[in-house]
Every structure is written in structure tokens, then in C-alpha cells.
């Protein structure tokens, strides 16, 4: 009977060519409605064509990939180290005390390169931005463990915020900044307040609710907010008081005519992508500062175990606030960039899917890595947009790429983070957390 039972057992092979069809059909399904399908401006009005190649070019994609998968994919657990992972973990510690400064000197001489363009500098201010984002919802998510879904309700409240002031009070980005980060910090606490109870899921759906109401706000607030119609004619940053015009309205000196330089409109954009870049080594400064402070330990110990954080004396309320307060801030000032960048914001510029991108960055990059954060943001940002050919398949290209890392690095690009404490004298070290490299603790 053991023999007939194995004899009917079906081989890999067999099984690998069931798995690759069955998700062959799960694919042709959704690309028929999605690829197989065009409608093309004619001067009768628009016209449908079908693009049936498309469909077969996708679904023999997915059938070849699912096979490849099952036939060479790795059958070991996810949670038993590989050799080949275990020695990645070691190179990543190893290249990490280097990565950060040379990652510094490429993003500074950027601009300086015969490549850089207007688009290109435009992809790495968008891309900063996110990494800026990221690295402040590190902050809640990756180092207190507080699963939040609402972030973009802070980087609104900080683009609403700078935008009122400077129109209504005439201030500059420079006295705007600081206060749009209060406003978001403050916000922060505000949602802090009813969610001390909750955790998980739980917090995720309030989270969410929260970031949905600031924005239903920003629409019928019309007398405030101009409402759906958004927020035109926010001023640019000024590099100390000199516009980067080509010509000042009240005859003074601008930014080319103070440094005897030809006006190009491209300044503006080195100027705002340096503004953005410090802004974000700012964030990434105080965040790896924090960390090794004893809000940072408590923190890092309230995603642990909150139960023995209450049993150390350590207060979660207060140990919550200051996540939720901290991180919100980092989001304002990001916001008030996003205002001043942009010339015009609305409340369509601050979507769930902004939040669900900026928490996808922080958990595929590897949940409390700082480096992990920009590896991601690059891929899942900076990927799509440099490839011009996707434009219209950007957002195709997004859930693709995050569909892959979650199958090659389901802990994320870069899981392993630097101890925040190491103590003994024989080289032993206290890391804050489960190992991050997939290694087994010793």
C-alpha cells in the first residue's frame, strides 16, 4: 500500500507544471480586463482596440516565472538560515560603516554629474522625499513597532500648514518650516491619545480612519482650505533672501546676479534638491541619535514586549506619544517641502496610497533600517520613474517590483540593522530585538 500511495504521488515536475498553469490562468484573467483592452482618441470619438499580444506576452511571462519558481526555488524554511543568507548578513555588516558616507558623496555630486538633467534631478528630489518620509515613519513603525496607516495625514497637515502661513502671513519657507512641524508633531499626539489601547490591527484601522478624515477635512473646509480646488501660488524657497529668478520684482540682487552667475531655471531645481537632501541627513542624523538614547531603548523594548516595558517602570503612554509626535513632525517637514516644491497642493495629493507607498518602503527596505529605507525607496521609487518606457505601466512596474522582494527578501532588502547598544569586553553584543540577519541568536 506504501508503494502504491507513493507511486501515485505526483513528481516535482508534474507539480511545478500544475502551479505554473494555474497561475497562468489567474493571470490571464486579470490581463485580459487590464492589457487586453485600449481606447485610442479618433476623431469620431474614442475607439477600442484590443492588444491580445500583450495578454499572451504576460501570461507566458507568469507561466515561465511560476515554473522557474517551483523547479529551482528554494524548499527550506523561511526561518532557517541559508548559507548564502547568513553570508550576506556578514557582508551587510561588514560594507556597512561604508555605505552610508559613499551613498552621501554620490547623492552631493549628483548634480555635478554630465547626465544630470532636469528630469533626473527631479527623480532624486521625488526620491528623497520618500527616503525623508521613510526614515520618519521608521520612527513609529520599524523602532516603536505602532503599525500606522495615516502617516500622509501628518505630511498633509505640514503642506497645508506652510501654505497658509506663507500666503496669508507673507512668511518665508525658512520661519514656515519649524512651525509646520510643530502643527504635524501636534497632530501626532492628537491621534496618540485615542489609540494608547490599541495595537495591531486595531491600530492600523484607526490609523487609516484618521489619515482618511484629514483629507474629507482639507475638501469641506472650503473657507480655509479653498477645499477641492487646493492651494495655488505658495512661494518658492529663497536661498537667504536671493530668488532664483531672472529678475527681482523690487530691483534688488537675485541668486545668479549676487554670485555673478548666468540665471538658468535649473538652479532652483540644485537648490531644492540640496534643501531636501540636507533635510533628509538631518532626519537620518537625529534618528540614529535618538535611537541610542533611552527614548529610543524604550521604544525599541515597547515592540518587543510592552508588558515587560510596564514591568521595567518604562510608561507606554508616554513612550507612544513621543513615537507618534516625533515621527509626524519629520512627515510636516517633509510636507512643507512637498508645498514649497510643487507651488500648489490639494487634497488629492495626499491619498491612502500615499501612506500605503511610504509603509511599503519602510517594510520592504527592512523594519528599523535606516540604510534599508533608502535601498527601497530608490527600487520601488526611483525604478519606476527612470524608466520612461513604463509610464504607462508604473504603477504595474510598483506591484511587481514589491511582489519580488517580498519572495527574494521577505524580511525585507536589508534586515540587518547596527546594535543600538553593545556591551562586554570580549566582543559580545546586546542587540535590541530578535536577529535581523536571519542568523540564529547565540
Known sequence: MAVAAVAKTPSRGVRALREAA????????????LLGFETVQMQAGLELRTRWSWVAIAVASVFTGRLLLALFGSRARR????????ELGRIVRQSAPYV???????AVALPLMPFSDRYVLDVGILVLTYVMLGWGLNIVVGLAGLLDLGYVAFYAVGAYTFALLSLNFDLSFWICLPLAGLFAGSFGVLLGFPVLRLRGDYLAIVTLGFGEMIRVILINFSSLTNGPNGLSGIPRPSFFGLPFTAAPADGGATFSSFFGLAYSPLQRVIFLYYL????ALLTNAFTLRIRRLPIGRAWEGLREDEIACRSLGINPTNTKLTAFA???????????FFATRQGFISPESFTFIES????????LGGMGSQLGVVVAAIVLIGGPELVRQLEDFRMLAFGGLMVLIMLWRPRGLLAYREPTIRLGTAGAAVVSGPPQDGTQAR
Open 100 to 106: 552610508g558616507p559613499v551613498g552621501v558623496l554620490a
Open 276 to 279: 531636501i537632501l540636507v533635510l
Open 22 to 33: 494555474v497561475a497562468a490562468v489567474v493571470a490571464l484573467v486579470l490581463a485580459v480586463p
Open 356 to 363: 500605503a507607498i511610504i509603509l511599503a518602503i519602510v517594510v
Open 326 to 336: 516625533i515621527g509626524a513632525m519629520f512627515g510636516g517637514f517633509a510636507g512643507s
Open 79 to 86: 526561518d532557517t538560515p541559508s548559507p548564502r543568507s547568513t
